[in-house]
């Protein structure tokens, strides 16, 4: 009696297609992934043309213009997650201004499909170059004189004084 007028199994796909959606962002790795990608977006670094971060910046600066007057309406609930947060892992910009953030990658994500059209067409046929040992070198120097701060963690020991 499937035929029933009026009936139909759309509501049962609709279910599916949610829950395939909600494993896909489960399984995405978290918003760094994201954060990384629009970053790299609009890196001259990466190889990118100006086709594709062009568009990414564009939207980029749209949406943390747009996002500005959203920040200040949530002001409120801002410095609440601001106060609660342990003193070592507070960043003031990046609690106060959160919705021009977001709305700053997302708009970068303008710049995606230019950034598929362009790696189908060109980036992906090219060959990757190889470093030099020189430029190896160099690279594990800054690496380690590079300074991890990013990371909200407290030492156990503490630093040397002077060092």
């Known amino acids: ?15 599916w297609a949610r829950r395939l959606l909600a494993a896909a962002l489960l399984c995405s790795g978290g918003c760094s992934e994201l954060v990384r990608y629009t970053d790299d977006l609009v890196d001259a670094r990466t190889g990118r043309t100006l086709v594709t971060r062009t568009p990414a910046t564009f939207g980029g600066i749209v949406g943390f ?17 601001y106060q609660s947060q342990s003193e070592s892992a507070r960043d003031p910009v990046s609690t106060y201004l959160f919705p021009s ?63």
């Open 1 to 15: 009696m499937s035929a029933v007028v009026g009936t139909s199994v759309a509501p049962g796909r609709h279910r």
């Open 65 to 81: 213009v747009v996002g500005l007057p959203v920040s200040v309406v949530v002001f409120p609930v801002s410095w609440v997650v």
């Open 101 to 163: 953030f977001v709305l700053w990658r997302v708009g970068s994500l303008i710049g995606m499909p230019f950034d598929a059209v362009e790696w189908v067409v060109w980036r992906g046929w090219q060959p990757e170059s190889a470093m030099t040992r020189e430029e190896r070198e160099r690279r594990e120097r800054e690496l380690d004189a590079q300074e991890w701060t990013s990371y909200p963690v407290e030492p156990i020991y503490g630093r040397k004084p002077g060092g």
